[in-house]
Structures are given as C-alpha cells and as structure tokens.
C-alpha cells in the first residue's frame, strides 16, 4: 500500500528472500543490505539465539542468483559476531559489521577471511558502546552510530578513531539510543534517532543542521525510526520500525511519501512453490489480507497479519541504481522501490 504519490514517487519493483533455518538460500532475520561494486547484494542474517549458528553474510545479485556465504560463525572470537546489526563495504571490498552486544566493529573480505576488528566497551575515543548504524563516506571514513553513548564516533577503515559528537538528551545534536546513519552525496550525516522518533542532519565533522519529525503516526511523524539513507537528489528514506513503514521525505524534510508494503512472492519462493503443491495448495487456500477485528489495531498488530505489509522494516538502502532496498527482519525478506525519474 501505498499514499501521496506524487511526481517523483516511489513505485515497487520486487521482492527477494525466503525465510530458511538452514545456511544457503534464503534469510534468517536479515538485519541490513550492502553492495559490492562488481553487482554483489550482501544480506545480514542477524538471527535469534534458538538460531544463532545461522549468523552470516549471504551473497547475491540482481537477479537473484545465489552466490554464496561467508561467516567465521557465532562467538567472541576474531571476526565472530554475536548482535550484528549493519554492515558497509569499502573500496577493496572489505565489509565492516557492527556487533552492538561486543562493542566492536569486524572486518572480513567476502571470503570470510578475517581481516581486522576494533573496538571494546567504554566512553573514550576508539571505544564504543553497542554500535549499530554504519555508513562509509567517498573518502573512506566510517561513521558509526553507538546507542549506549549517544554519539556518532567516525573511524578509518584501519580503525582508527577520527572524532565524535552527541550527548543524552532530546535537543540539537543531542541522541536517545540512535540506531541508523546514512549520509548524502555532499557528505551529510542523517542519525535515525530512535527514542526521540526522528531524524537529525549533521554536516561531516558532526555540526547540527536539521532535524526531521516528531513521536507519532501521522505523515512525516515517527515511531522508533531505524535506518536511514538519502539518494542523489537529496529525498530521504526512513524504516518508520515502530510504525512498520518506511517514509520518504524531500530535501528539506517535508513528507512526500509513504510506503505500507506491497510485497509479492519472490523468485526464490516461486521456486519452492513449484516443487513443494502443498504448500502451494495451502497458500492459495489461505487469506493473506485479511478483514482485521478491532482489537488488531496497532501497527505491529496489523503487519503481523498483512502478509504484503512491511513487519520489521529495520534497514533502508541504496544501491548504485538507487533502487530502494527494504529489510524486513520479521518476514525475512526484503522489498525494492525506485522512485521515478520525472
């Protein structure tokens, strides 16, 4: 479902997963989406701890081809992962994770081969406290969003630390567990700032700009906001989690869109479907878009039942098209928007 489409709108393309409890094909609580520049889409399996050897890095492309996995497993061991959360890629094709239950960021190559890791818990420069959000600059640099500090901490790849800014608090520049960041093709920062429902915009060296929306469920209003990314033209995407949608905003912060969900099978479930006609057969029999009771009347409520609805819509990305990549860590999947070029 879809609303205020206007010029510049938002329109769905597909949607790629299948939820698996096995490594391979398919997602497993998939927390975020990355990209490689020779057309790789990377997927973030966060998992459960019923399910935490599932914990891992699989590969794709466009197209929907399986290309792999990677992962040195679940653990505290170098370059294991306990609570990922985001990951960026950089020039040479190392992925950086952030793991907010060991305070430190790891660094593989798409081999699995371990490459470096940093980071340990406390307040000072280089140390963190549950880093979740990501984002990697034209020059190299990676800001990362720590929730327990309140503060975006900005690092080399090597992991050294280049600066930070952000206190306790509900004013300009202050945070309340912030979670996303992304940044736009001037080098802005936007920090999805979760407890206080919205998003802030910083220039690169952490100077206040803007700040965006409000606690609520209205158009351009947040609850629990996530993640958040900005394309070429300067519209923002935002995981609206607690509402269980994604909103878009233009360049100055004004609503434009939003976006309910529409997902439909993938190919990957088609190819299920058609060797498994029971469960086909259930499928067709059953009502995925139900008449709800009145008692159903909470976002996470209605989602849960809505099979096309986002449920869990934690990470918002770009990818070198500007294809809007969706991750939904409830329905394992990830829907995909691009908004037209009029």
Not at 105 to 111: F, V
Not at 161 to 189: C, K, Y
Request: hydrophobic share 35%.
């Amino acid at each position: 479902m879809t609303t205020a489409v206007a010029a510049g709108a938002v329109e769905y393309l597909k949607t790629i997963g299948l939820t698996t409890n096995q490594s391979g094909r398919g997602f497993t609580n998939p927390y975020d989406c990355a990209f490689t520049s020779d057309g790789r889409i990377l997927i973030l399996n966060r998992c459960d701890t019923v399910r935490a050897s599932l914990v891992r890095i699989g590969m794709m492309n466009w197209e929907e081809d399986y290309l792999g996995e990677f992962s040195r497993g679940y653990g505290r061991g170098d370059g294991q992962w306990i609570f990922p959360v985001a990951m960026a890629v950089d020039n040479s094709t190392v992925v950086y994770v952030t793991d907010e239950q060991q305070h430190r960021i790891t660094a593989l190559d798409t081999q699995g081969n371990f490459v470096r890791q940093w980071g340990e818990l406390g307040t000072d420069s280089g140390q963190m406290n549950a880093p979740a959000g990501i984002a990697l600059s034209g020059d190299q640099t990676l800001y990362v969003v720590e929730q327990g500090n309140n503060r975006v901490q900005r690092f080399t790849t090597s992991g050294e630390s280049l600066g930070m800014w952000g206190e306790a608090g509900d004013g300009p520049g202050q945070f309340n567990m912030p979670w996303g960041v992304g940044l736009d093709s001037s080098g802005n920062v936007y920090v999805a700032d979760w407890r206080n429902d919205r998003v802030q915009k910083f220039t690169a060296d952490g100077q206040f700009m803007a700040s965006y929306g409000s606690s609520g469920t209205g158009d351009g209003q947040f609850s629990r906001p996530s993640g958040v990314c900005v394309d070429s033209a300067g519209y923002i995407y935002v995981s609206d989690w607690g509402n269980e949608r994604v909103q878009i905003l233009d360049p100055d912060g004004g609503f434009v869109q939003l976006l309910r969900g529409q997902a439909t099978l993938s190919k990957w479930a088609q190819d299920f479907m058609s060797v498994n006609p029971d469960e086909r057969n259930t499928r067709e029999m059953s009502n995925l878009t139900p008449e709800l009771p009145a008692h159903l009347d909470t976002p996470y409520l209605i989602s849960s039942q809505i099979e096309p609805y986002f449920w869990g819509p934690v990470s918002v990305r770009l990818d070198s098209e500007e294809r809007l990549y969706v991750v939904e860590s409830n329905r394992h999947r990830i829907q995909v928007y691009q908004r037209r070029k009029d």
